[in-house]
Structures are given as structure tokens and as C-alpha cells.
């Protein structure tokens, strides 16, 4: 930096004009162009209506971004790096071309507009400078909206005040200030402050034209030799829309707005009407925030570009017209721009010997000049020749002054200064002293207030997302409450269910119990049934024991025969021995007169015969013994012959058929026989006729007498014999018929009996099946029962539990009333003398009490059934709780996973954009060559920069050219 530019200089505003082309709209609505262009060596002047604007430099439609960019702000840059401030902002109505003018398309190379151009512009330079210089560049991104300061680059501030440094140059309190190493990253701070706009709003075009929005370039140098410190501010300002409220047709809340946003405008032209009215005192730069914040760049220490946007229709004429005139006036303005410097203690003692010089000169001066007064005021009159050249005075003081204003105490613009000049010519020194004292304090006081309404803001925003927060949470346990609800519903209605199927399988039990009631009737009929049907069984098992007993006694009968016949046989026997003793008594009364020895062998003959008959008689009784014996198993064997009977019935029920039918052969072979026989009987008559015949024929007439008597005897004869014959045989017929009739009708009964027999043994075999049959159901009712009978077992242990808890409030209630009773005849005993009403009144009370213990004792029992069933729900439930615990349990670990997923893919994504990062800077400063070091130091406690310092803070081996070019750096945070 050279001397000479610590000098200030005045310099006018600069006003550049640009028209956009007519749009769509505007050409369908057959808008008509109405502005000329006078053809003529310079491009500065329009004219419309007649009438003609002159600017620095006026931008026809058709003129690109690079033109603009190059002839209205590419000279910014290099005053910025100088150490000067500076400031672009566009004005003009909506959709004039403000925002595309500023902004256009960022990362387009011919639709990007002057910021984005400017920025790089910037860095380039920067790569392109002395290689001893560090620079720290921050940005800050702001919008004003209804004269609130809302931070682009932190969503929670959202007013923030306006305050002045130290040197009284008026800056935006706690803005985000964003440290950037390149121009990536001022895009993306751009970007980022964008999202933020949109965020906020919902009509995003209404919005911006409603909003003025800053974009503030801070950039800081050193030089590393000689420490030398610049710093360069740049605004860039996209204003609101200019057009008049009445246009926009704004009502309510809207029109309060367009009020404010036009407020600021206005606010905006009265302090550049003040400024070119060179003689007015006060600029009205407090009247808004814009005006406050542009307050360096409007008649300060700043560069100051105006870029007026135009449309060029007719139907905006008046719009144009108005902007024009806004142009016009900026025009004149002057700013006063000197170079921000920071001085090192070397340069301040230079200046102050400097200074110290100077004032010993102005003291020689002074005192030259008092002389001259003195001599004047004498009276006397001083010679041409000999007057103090003021010339001389003046040289002195020029450079000084400058140096206070510009350097020493940061000046804060000359209009300041010449108001106080001006009233210092009214007003004593004191009194302005007092009041500008005065006017400080209350600014501070405003300012104080403005930080105040800041926090006071942003307090009210914190306490804003703070009830969000607690809206979503009670919206979330709103929802988990109504889950729980429709949860605890759904439950109910299970448990309304589950009583229902309860009551449901209670009443099956019921039907149950009456079925079985009914089969146990059915079984009881079904018994007696069989007991009619085994009485008659019994009748008939009785009518065969008689039928039994008759054979038996038949039997009997024939075995009494058999015994009579061997009595018989026996006596015939005895008789026989009689007989032979008879005859052999004879025998021996003839013998005994002969021989006595004979007698004595006859005797013992009789004796042998009498041992022989003896062992006859032992050998016959054994005989009726094995008889008997024999006898019993006939018996037995009848029995068995009996059983052999019922199947020799059916045999003889099948026999008998044939039988009948062979009778019936019989019969007719019997008929056949009786006609052979009377056939026989006649033709033995015939033949004895014949023979009679012959006889007669031969026999002499003689004899025919003879022979007729005899033939007449024969045939007597013959026909008594005949008759006799027939006569038998009819008997004899008529005796087998008889007989065969006998046979027949015995037949039939037995057929009667066997059938009834059988009969009987079927009926037997149904009924015994039948009554297996109702063995089986009486087992499955059995079965049944037995499972009544447990669960009446569970619902009795259900009971006896109850029974207890009802004995135990039983008992309580028992201990209550005697406890009651007692108190009561201690009362009385105290009381005796009491009249009987208090008795009768604590009776009254003891059985309200009563009454309530009953009730108690209902709600008791009800409880205790509601527990039961709760008891029965619980499982239940608890196995639900289980499923459920178990499927959150799935769901958190999903979550985690899913959690450690994403921050792995995060930490992915991070590493990936660093190193790309880190490549293309590799790739820039390759592009670059030798340039300027980036270093970056980390500023703690800002997020941002400790992001970016990842990816900044590189190997400096990395780059071998780097340590002979390391004068050179842009540092990036670092001592602010
Ligand atoms: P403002 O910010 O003043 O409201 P914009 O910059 O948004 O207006 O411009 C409105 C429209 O006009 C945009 O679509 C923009 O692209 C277009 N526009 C403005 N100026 C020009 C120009 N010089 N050339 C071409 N199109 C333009
Ligand atoms: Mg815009």
C-alpha cells in the first residue's frame, strides 16, 4: 500500500443502469418497449418519456452477465484486497432482474452473476498476489425482512441487532461469521443460506420480493514481513422490490409488511436525498436497519455501486421512471473512502514524531500569526509583504487532518463532522459537547435495547422449537396412549369374550348334566325293560324247568320201572333159590335119612350158592350203584342232550318239513295201495266166479244145484270175509290216522315250543347287545360326569376359597358388631340415665352400619369373583406382554442395526467427501502451481470450520513446492 492512498478521497457513488428484456408476460400482454438507448460513443444514458437519465454506465437488454460483471464490479475486488470497503447492491421493482443481476445462476458460467463472480474473482486474485500476505475471509449471509435482522447462515437467530464497533462503524451483532478457504465453500454457504430462505417461507417469490437479503465478504490480510494489516469489507445486497404498495393490491398483514419492506426503501432514498442534499445536517441513517447497515456505504468509507434495475415496458413506466430518479439522486452522493489499516507500533512512532514535527511547525506559525494579530489589534497595519502566507498553514494541515480522520480514529463518514461544525457556529462548545454526549448515550441505550429485543427474539425462538418439541412429544404419548387405550379396549373385549366362552361352557355343562339326566332316565326304562323281559324269560325258563321236571319224572318214572324190574328179577331169583332149597330140602330129608355127610355138602353147596347169590346181590347193587352213577351223568348229559335238543329242534323243524311232504307220499303210496288192494279183492271175485263157472259148466245139471248152493255159500262167505277184511282195514286206517294226527299235533307243539324257544333266545341276544350298547353310553356318561365332577371339584375349591375370604369378613364383621355391642352398652351404662331415643338412634345407626357391612361385603365377594377372573386373564395377558416385549425387542435391535448402518454410511459418506475435497483443492493447486499456502487454523467452538479444517489441515510434505511458498497463505479463522 503506498502512501498516498492513505489519503482520502472523495468519491461518488457509482450508478450503473440495466434493462432486462421484456418477459413473456409482459409480451403477450402487449407491453410495448419504451425506452430508447441514444446511439453515441458512451453507452450511459437512456431516455424514456422525453426525458434523459445519465449513469456511469447503463447495461441494454441484451448485455450478458460477464459485460455487467465486468464494467460495474469487477474493480471491487481489487479495492476490497486494498483494504477498502465495498458495497454492490441492486434496486428496482420486482422481477426487474435484481436477484439475476446479484445471484444469477450460480455454477452457470454465463448465467452466474456478480456474486459468484466476485468470489472468484477474489480468490484468484489472492492466488495471484505477493507471496508474503495471509488472508482470512468470513462471510455472513442475512435477510431483513419487516426491519428484522434473521440470520441465513443459524435459522435460531432470527433478529438481530445492529451495533457500532469501536470506531463507530455500525455492524450486524452476532451474525454468523463463516471462515471460507475457497470459493467451493462460499457457495455452499450461499446454498446453505438459501435452503434456509425456503425453509422459512412458504411463498418463497413473494418472500424475496419482500426481503432485502446481504451477503457480506469479510476479507483480512497481513503481511507477513511487515505485519501490515488490511481489511476489506464487501457488501452485497440484493434489495426488496421497489414497486409501490398500491400496486401489489396488498391488504391486512400483507400491506403492513409491503408498509415496512417500502419503510426501509424509503428510508433508503430519504438517506440518499439527504446525502445529495449536500446541506442537510442529519442523515436519517437510524431510521431502519438497512439504512444502518449500508450506513459505511452510503456517504462513508466505502465504494459504493448501485446497480438500478429496469424493466423496460410500459406498463412498468412509472416504476422505471421512479427507479430512474433513485438513480439519479444515489448519483450525486460522495463517499469518502480511505484504506482500513491496521498500524504496527513502528508506524505509529513514526507518525507520532511526524505529528510532534508538525506541531512545532503550526506552534512557530501560530506564534508568527499571533504577532500579526497582535499588531493588528494594535491598530497597526500590517504590510502584504509581511503577512503569514496562509498558503503555507494550510499545506501543513491538510495531510494531518486527513491522517485523524482516516487512520487515527476510523472516521465515521464527514457528515458527522460538518453538522457539528454547523451547529458549533449556533451553539456554545459546551452545550454541543453536552449534547452529542447525550446523543451517544442514547444510541448506546438504543443499541443496548436492540440486543436486548435480540435475545428477547431469540429466546422466544428457542422457546418456540422447545414447544414444537413438546407438542411432538405430546403428540407421541398422545399416540402411545391411544395405542394403550386401543390396546386396553381390545383386551377388554378379549376379556368380554373369554367370559362369554366361560358362560358359554358353562351352560354346555348345564346341557350336559341334563342330557345325562335324560340318558340316565332312558338307562333306568331301558332296566326295567329288561327286568319285564328277564321276568318273562324267567317265565319261560320256569315253564321249561316243568317241562325239565315232567321228563325228570318221566325219567324217574322209568328208572322206578327198571328198579321194580330188578325187584322183580330179585324176587324171581329168591324164588328160584326157594326152589332149589325146597328141592334141595327134599333132596336132603331123603338124604338126611341116608347120609349126613351129604348133607352137610349139600349145605355147603347151598352155602357156595348162597356166597355166589350174595356177590350177585353186592355185584348187582354195585351195578345199581354204576347205574346210578351212570344215571347221573345221563343227566348230566340230558342237560347237555338238552342243548343238543334246541339244536336237534331246528334240525327236526327242518326234518319235519320233509317229513310232512314224505307223508304226504306216504298217503298217496297208501291210497295207491288200498285201490291195488280192492282191485286185487275184485279181480280174486272174479276169479273165484270164473273158477265156479268152469266148475259149473263142468260139472253135470246135477250138480248145478249143488254148485249153486255151494257158489251161493261161497259167495256168502266170500262177502262176509270181505266185509270183515274192509272193515279191519278201515279200523286199522282209521287207528294210523288217528295215530298220525296224535303225531302231528305233538309235532306242532314242539314246533311251537322250539319256535318260542328260539324266539326267546334272539329276544335274549338283542337285549344282552342292547345292554352293551348301554354299557358303552353309560361309561362315555360316566366319563362325562366324571369331568363335571372335576370341574364342580375346581369350582368348589373356587367356592371354598370364597367361603373362606367370606368367613374371614364374616368374622370381621362379627368382632365389628360385638366391638359395636360393647361400645354400645358402655354408652348405655354411661348413659343409663339417657332417654331411650339415643339408644334407639344408635340402633338405627348400628344397622345403617349393618346395612353397609352387607353392601361391603357384596362389593367384597363381587371383588374377589372380578379377581378370580382377573387371576384366570393374567396368564394371558402376561403371554401377550411376552410376544409383544419380544417384537420390540426385534424392532430395537432392527433399529440399532439399522442406527450403526447409517452412521457407518455416514462416516462413509464423510471420508468421501473430504477426500474429494481434498482432491480437487490438490487439483487447484496443481492448476495453480507455486501459490498461496491455505492454512486454516481451527477455531474452537465453530462447528463449521472444524468440519472443513478436516479436510483442510493436509500433509504440507504433500506438496513439495509448498515450503518455498509458504509466504503467501489465506488463514481461515485465526486471530479475530
Ligand atoms: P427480481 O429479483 O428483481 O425480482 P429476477 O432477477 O428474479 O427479478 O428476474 C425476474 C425474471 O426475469 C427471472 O426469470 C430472470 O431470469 C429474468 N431476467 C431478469 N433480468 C434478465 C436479463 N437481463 N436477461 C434475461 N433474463 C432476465
Ligand atoms: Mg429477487
Known amino acids: ?71 460495474a464490479a469487477k474493480s471491487i475486488v481489487s479495492d476490497v484486497l486494498a483494504g477498502y470497503n465495498g458495497t454492490i447492491f441492486a434496486y428496482g421493482q420486482t422481477s426487474s432482474g435484481k436477484t439475476h443481476t446479484m445471484e444469477g445462476v450460480i455454477g452457470d458460467p454465463h448465467k452466474q452473476g456478480i456474486i459468484p463472480r466476485i468470489v472468484n474473482d477474489i480468490f484468484n486474485h489472492i492466488y495471484a498476489m505477493e507471496e508474503n500476505l495471509e488472508f482470512h475471509i468470513k462471510v455472513s449471509y442475512y435477510e431483513i425482512y419487516m426491519d428484522k435482522i434473521r440470520d441465513l447462515l443459524d435459522v435460531s437467530k432470527v433478529n438481530l441487532s445492529v451495533h457500532e464497533d469501536k470506531n463507530r462503524v455500525p455492524y450486524v451483532k452476532g451474525a454468523t461469521e463463516r471462515f471460507v478457504s475457497s470459493p467451493e465453500e462460499v457457495f455452499e454457504s450461499i446454498e446453505e443460506g438459501k435452503s434456509n430462505r425456503h425453509i422459512a417461507v412458504t411463498n418463497m417469490n413473494e418472500h424475496s420480493s419482500r426481503s432485502h437479503s446481504v451477503f457480506l465478504i469479510n476479507v483480512k490480510q497481513e503481511n507477513l514481513e511487515n505485519q501490515k494489516k488490511l481489511s476489506g469489507k464487501l457488501y452485497l445486497v440484493d434489495l426488496a422490490g421497489s414497486e409501490k404498495v398500491s400496486k401489489t393490491g396488498a391488504e391486512g398483514t400483507v400491506l403492513d409488511e409491503a408498509k415496512n419492506i417500502n419503510k426501509s426503501l424509503s428510508a433508503l432514498g430519504n438517506v440518499i436525498s439527504a446525502l445529495a442534499d449536500g446541506n442537510k445536517t442529519h442523515i436519517p441513517y437510524r431510521d431502519s436497519k438497512l439504512t444502518r447497515i449500508l450506513q459505511e456505504s452510503l456517504g462513508g468509507n466505502a465504494r459504493t ?21 433513485f438513480g439519479k439522486r444515489a448519483k450525486t452522493v460522495k ?6 489499516e491496521e498500524l504496527t507500533a513502528e508506524e505509529w512512532k513514526r507518525r507520532y514524531e511526524k505529528e510532534k514535527e508538525k506541531v512545532a511547525r503550526l506552534k512557530g506559525k501560530v506564534e508568527v500569526l499571533e504577532q500579526e494579530l497582535s499588531r493588528w489589534r494594535a491598530g497597526e497595519t500590517v504590510k502584504a509583504e509581511e503577512q503569514v502566507n496562509l498558503n503555507d498553514i494550510n499545506e501543513a494541515i491538510t495531510p494531518v487532518s486527513g491522517m485523524e480522520e482516516s487512520v487515527v480514529e476510523q472516521p465515521t463518514g464527514p457528515m458527522p463532522a460538518t453538522p457539528a461544525l454547523m451547529i458549533g457556529s449556533t451553539l456554545g462548545l459546551e452545550e454541543r459537547q453536552k449534547l452529542e454526549l447525550e446523543r451517544e448515550r442514547l444510541y448506546q441505550q438504543l443499541d443496548e435495547k436492540d440486543e436486548e ?18 407438542d411432538e412429544l405430546i403428540a407421541g404419548t398422545r399416540r402411545d396412549y391411544e395405542a394403550l387405550q386401543s390396546e386396553m379396549n381390545r383386551i377388554q373385549q378379549e376379556n368380554e369374550s373369554a367370559k362369554e366362552e366361560v358362560k358359554e361352557v358353562l351352560q354346555a355343562l348345564e346341557e350336559l348334566a341334563v342330557n345325562y339326566d335324560q340318558k340316565s332316565q332312558e338307562v333306568d326304562a331301558k332296566n326295567k325293560e329288561m327286568e319285564s323281559l328277564s321276568e318273562e324269560l324267567m317265565v319261560k325258563q320256569a315253564s321249561l324247568n316243568t317241562t325239565t321236571t315232567e321228563l325228570q319224572q318221566l325219567k324217574d318214572m322209568s328208572s322206578h320201572q327198571k328198579k321194580r324190574i330188578a325187584e322183580m328179577l330179585s324176587n324171581l331169583l329168591k324164588e328160584l333159590g ?19 355127610a351129604k348133607l ?18 353186592t355185584n348187582l347193587t354195585q351195578r345199581l350203584q354204576d347205574i346210578e352213577n351212570k344215571e ?52 280174486r271175485e272174479e276169479c273165484a266166479k270164473l273158477k265156479a263157472a268152469e266148475q259149473v259148466s263142468s260139472a253135470s245139471e246135477s250138480e248145478k244145484k249143488e254148485a249153486n248152493e255151494l257158489r251161493l255159500a261161497l259167495e256168502q262167505q266170500m262177502d262176509q270175509l270181505r266185509d270183515a277184511h274192509q272193515k279191519q282195514v278201515a279200523a286199522l286206517r282209521d287207528e294210523i290216522a288217528e295215530k298220525q294226527q296224535l303225531i302231528n299235533d305233538i309235532k306242532d307243539s314242539n314246533q311251537k315250543l322250539s319256535l318260542a324257544q328260539q324266539q326267546l333266545q334272539s329276544d335274549y341276544e338283542k337285549i344282552k347287545s342292547e345292554e352293551t350298547e348301554k354299557s358303552h353310553k353309560l361309561q362315555e356318561l360316566i366319563a362325562t360326569n366324571e369331568r363335571r365332577e372335576q370341574a364342580r371339584k375346581d369350582l368348589k375349591g373356587l367356592e371354598d376359597t370364597v367361603a373362606k375370604e367370606l368367613q374371614t369378613l364374616h368374622n370381621l364383621r362379627k368382632l365389628f358388631v360385638q366391638d359395636l355391642q360393647a361400645r354400645m352398652k358402655k354408652n348405655m351404662s354411661n348413659e343409663d340415665n339417657e332417654e331411650d331415643g339415643g339408644s334407639l338412634a344408635q340402633k338405627q345407626k348400628i344397622s345403617f352400619l349393618e346395612n353397609n357391612l352387607d353392601q361391603l361385603t357384596k362389593v367384597h365377594k363381587q371383588l374377589v369373583r372380578d379377581n378370580a377372573d382377573l387371576r384366570c386373564e393374567l396368564p394371558k395377558l402376561e403371554k401377550r406382554l411376552r410376544v409383544t416385549m419380544e417384537r420390540v425387542k426385534a424392532l430395537e435391535t432392527a433399529l440399532k442395526e439399522a442406527k450403526e448402518g447409517a452412521m457407518r454410511d455416514r462416516k462413509r459418506y464423510q471420508y468421501e467427501v473430504d477426500r474429494i475435497k481434498e482432491a480437487v483443492r490438490q487439483k487447484n493447486l496443481a492448476r495453480r502451481g507455486p501459490a498461496a499456502t491455505i492454512a486454516k487454523p481451527i477455531r474452537s467452538g465453530q462447528h463449521h470450520s472444524l468440519v472443513a479444517g478436516g479436510g483442510v489441515t493436509r500433509p504440507q510434505g504433500s506438496n513439495p513446492a509448498d515450503d518455498a511458498q509458504k509466504r503467501r497463505s489465506i488463514v481461515v479463522g485465526g486471530k479475530d
Do not use: W
Not at 463517499?335 to 482500513?340: K, R
Not at 429485543?453 to 413438546?470: A, F, R
Open 632 to 683: 347221573q351223568d345221563s343227566n348230566k348229559k340230558v342237560t347237555e342232550y338238552e342243548k343238543e335238543l334246541g339244536e336237534c329242534r331246528l334240525l327236526i323243524s327242518q326234518h319235519e318239513a320233509r317229513m310232512k311232504s314224505l307223508q304226504e307220499s306216504m298217503r298217496e303210496a297208501e291210497n295207491k295201495k288200498r285201490m291195488l288192494e280192492e282191485s286185487v279183492d275184485a279181480l
Open 578 to 596: 326157594e326152589i332149589g332149597t325146597t328141592l334141595g330140602s327134599e333132596g336132603s330129608e331123603i338124604k338126611i335119612s341116608n347120609d349126613s
Open 335 to 340: 463517499n469518502v473512502v480511505t484504506v482500513n
Open 600 to 617: 352137610e355138602e349139600e349145605f355147603t353147596v347151598a352155602r357156595l350158592y348162597i356166597s355166589r347169590m350174595k356177590s350177585e346181590v
Open 305 to 325: 455501486t448501485i446497480v438500478i434495475c429496469c424493466s423496460p415496458a410500459s406498463f412498468n413506466e412509472s416504476e422505471t421512471k421512479s427507479t430512474l430518479e
Open 453 to 470: 429485543i435480540n435475545q428477547q427474539s431469540q429466546y422466544v425462538e428457542k422457546l418456540k422449537e422447545q414447544m414444537l418439541e413438546q
Open 1 to 71: 500500500m503506498s502512501a498516498e492512498r492513505e489519503i482520502p478521497a472523495e468519491d461518488s457513488i457509482k450508478v450503473v443502469c440495466r434493462f432486462r428484456p421484456l418477459n413473456d408476460s409482459e409480451e403477450k400482454a402487449g407491453s410495448k418497449f419504451v425506452v430508447k438507448f441514444p446511439s453515441g460513443g458512451e453507452d450511459n444514458c437512456i431516455s424514456i418519456g422525453g426525458k434523459v437519465y445519465l449513469f456511469d454506465k447503463v447495461f441494454k437488454p441484451n448485455a450478458t452477465q460477464e459485460k455487467v460483471y465486468n464494467e
